[in-house]
């Protein structure tokens, strides 16, 4: 890890050691300021922490968050946590946070955590067990998560379990915006307890939630697609299509400041609710639906009217759709007949693993140059082509590059020209007058 951890000199972190270390004590403070260096993989995790009385690999160990947290749209990915303690748990990227600022993240898990013992209370989310006065702002989760609490004192206090896609619990006023969960989250509860399951937060006892969704499957004995159970706070301008097995479309329990909210009726398998307005998978998927609530389709939301970014729900507008752009023929070349060419394209995140190359004339295809060949690795890609000799000359040509598994394409922004090649002029001599004797 470089840096030194303050403002201006930021924790790089650069893999997931690095990671690991992040507020794990000295030098690494849990109040320092932190980013992402690269993307990380974090697939080593499942071979970490060997417990053998479990007879399993605990992997990541979940560190307790105060400072700041950069993610610099970089993705963590692949990071494995089954953590088990006789105790309360909080289990999650930051197993507990408080008074810190988490931001700009993309992040897969696959996580399992179990609380085993009376009044321990489970807290497991993606991003934070249990939040408390953070602000959190556009973090996408994605991944499986499976929580479990085990009452053992039915006379007694009980110890909850709280799930959510990206939050076990928020509590003490956290500020959560533009973030998203299509975690798939079970909760357990065993004994007494109860388990609150939430596509986005299990249990919500204070906050705001503002332009938020989940689009993950929930399944718990109070659980809902957004939110398990919501005690206090408000939640404005969110929605949830996950299929939820418990008690509610949005909210599974308590209600009470839940505003310009939707659900998928059709999805979610729930005509009810506790807070928050259902609405049919068209709908759903209609801009109008959310424009008539408020909600603000310039800075902050989208939507894919092919329906194939986001499965046509709204999306962030910092989370473009991924794109294709033709680099060169895009406009003046002139390329000779029966010569080779190399066609030349960006690509961005990703469109699919392989492309589609058209030659149009006047907008209109007129030869499939390949119908298959790489994208390329990350950034572009490219493709020799040698132009058949028999290809009518035009200056009116472009290409255009498209997915094969994806709408995403693109074609040349202006005309480029294929020509003949032109012999050499006949050039004539005139040698001088020569005296004939």
């Known amino acids: 890890m470089t840096g030194s951890g303050t403002a201006l000199d930021p924790w790089i972190i650069w893999d997931v050691n690095d990671l690991q270390a ?15 260096g690269d993307n990380i993989d974090a697939a080593a995790t499942t071979g970490w922490n060997w417990n053998a009385g479990r007879g399993v690999f605990e992997g990541f160990e979940p560190r307790t968050f105060t400072g700041r947290f950069n993610g610099r749209y970089f993705a963590i990915s692949s990071l494995y946590m089954d953590r088990w303690l006789a105790a309360s748990i ?14 700009n993240l993309f992040l897969n898990v696959a996580i399992t955590s179990y609380a085993q013992a009376w009044e321990a209370a489970n807290n497991t989310g993606a991003l934070v067990g249990y939040c408390g006065n953070n602000n959190i702002s556009r973090i996408i989760a994605t991944g ?20 959510g896609g990206m939050f076990g619990q928020l509590y003490l006023g956290c500020v959560v915006n533009q973030c998203a969960s299509y975690v798939n989250v079970i909760a357990i509860a065993q004994g007494d307890a109860v388990a609150y399951g939430g596509g986005f937060v ?17 399944n718990d004995n109070v659980a809902a697609g957004f939110c398990g159970a919501k005690v206090g706070g408000t939640i404005d301008n969110c929605y949830s299509t996950g299929a939820v097995a418990g008690t509610g479309g949005f909210n599974g329990g308590g209600g009470g400041g839940i505003t310009d909210s939707f659900w998928d009726i059709n999805t979610s398998g729930w005509a009810t609710s506790f807070g928050g307005t259902g609405r049919t998978t068209p709908v759903m998927k209609t801009q109008a639906n959310y424009t008539a ?34 680099v060169s023929p895009n406009g003046g070349e002139v390329w000779l007949v029966g010569s080779t060419h190399t066609i030349l394209w960006s690509h961005t995140k990703d469109p699919g693993a392989n492309v589609r190359i058209e030659l149009l004339l006047i907008g209109v295809l007129n030869a499939i140059i390949i119908a298959s060949t790489p994208i390329g690795p990350m950034g572009g890609g490219s493709y020799d082509w040698t132009i058949d000799p028999g290809q009518a000359p035009s200056n009116l040509y472009r290409i255009r590059i498209s997915s094969t598994t994806t709408p995403i394409t693109d074609d040349s922004d202006n005309d480029f020209t294929i020509q003949r090649i032109i012999p050499a002029a006949i050039q004539v001599v005139t040698l001088p007058a020569t005296e004939i004797r």
């Open 22 to 36: 992040m507020a794990n004590g000295a030098p690494y403070l849990a109040n320092g300021w932190y980013e992402l």
């Open 90 to 103: 909080a289990v999650g990227l930051f197993g507990s946070a408080a008074s810190a600022t988490i931001q």
């Open 144 to 163: 499986t998560l499976r929580a479990t609490s085990n009452d053992t004192n039915p006379g007694g206090a009980h110890g909850n379990c709280n799930a």
């Open 202 to 218: 299990g249990n919500m006892q204070t906050g705001v939630v503002s332009n938020c969704y989940a689009q993950g499957t929930v």
């Open 293 to 326: 609530a408020g909600w603000d389709f310039v800075l902050i939301w989208a939507i894919d009217l092919t329906g194939f970014w986001n499965d046509g729900y709204p999306y962030f507008v910092w989370n473009l759709p991924p794109t294709i752009q033709v």
